[in-house]
């Protein structure tokens, strides 16, 4: 059973930083890895979406990289600013008999200070 | 820009009460997830449908809940009777998981059961 782990749990640093965001995976044989934004009373809003085939995926100031050998996607914030502030949670499908049913990390909280 | 859509969004009840909540994916999408969001258990899938067919629920207690898709405009998940325990933020997603396209959310239906 796949299982999905995002460290730090939470994080919080002043307006400009460059951050790290890590999430590990159990099984890699994995489909693809997507990262999802999720601000308070809202649901998840996807990010970005690495294709096992592929090795990073950039949008703007997030880049999100994936090695399937060691089970490891990083999220990459530039810049960041108080607007990123929400929690970031990364999920991977479930391929066993073809399900794709994701299986979710318990998200990090990032607030950002100006 | 196509959008998930959830109602009610939010939901207070009377332990005991029957709670139904609905959810119209996004055109075009041709798998629907129901999860429920806590705390302290983070994002748990309850169901899990394919072409309006259930593929998943074992995440559902059965003897309470159950999730149907009469259309594929329609998705409806039923608590019936509602207990404190139950309360939680319902969300429903949407997507075409085969393609390696991503998972959309809808704004969820936060339920309280008093």
């Known amino acids: 059973k796949q299982e999905v782990t995002q460290i730090p749990a939470a994080l919080s640093v002043p307006e400009g930083e460059n951050l790290v965001l890590n999430c590990s995976f159990t099984d890699s044989a994995i489909y693809n890895l997507q990262w999802f934004r999720q601000d308070p009373g809202k649901g998840l809003t996807s990010l970005l979406l690495i294709q096992s085939s592929q090795r990073e995926q950039t949008s703007g100031r997030l880049n999100a990289s994936l090695d399937k050998s060691s089970g490891r996607s990083t999220l990459y914030i530039a810049a960041s600013q108080p607007g990123d502030s929400a929690t970031y949670l990364c999920?991977?499908?479930?391929?066993?008999?073809?399900?794709?049913?994701?299986?979710f990390g318990r998200g990090t909280s990032l607030i950002v200070h100006p | 820009d196509a959008r998930v859509t959830q109602t009610p969004r939010h939901k207070v009840t009377e332990m005991g009460q029957e709670v139904t909540m609905r959810c119209q994916p996004i055109?075009?999408?041709?798998?629907v997830f129901w999860y429920r969001q806590t705390m302290m258990q983070g994002l748990e899938l309850l169901a899990y449908?394919?072409?309006?067919?259930?593929?998943?629920d074992s995440g559902m207690p059965k003897d309470r809940f159950s999730a149907e898709m009469p259309d594929a405009t329609l998705a409806t998940l039923k608590i019936q009777p509602s207990e404190p325990r139950d309360s939680a933020v319902y969300f429903c997603a949407s997507g075409v998981t085969e393609q390696n396209q991503p998972q959309h959310f809808g704004d969820g239906t936060r339920l309280s059961i008093l």
């Open positions: 999920a991977v499908p479930d391929t066993s008999g073809g399900s794709y049913i994701p299986t």
């Open positions: 449908f394919r072409n309006r067919a259930p593929l998943d």
């Open positions: 055109l075009g999408h041709n798998t």
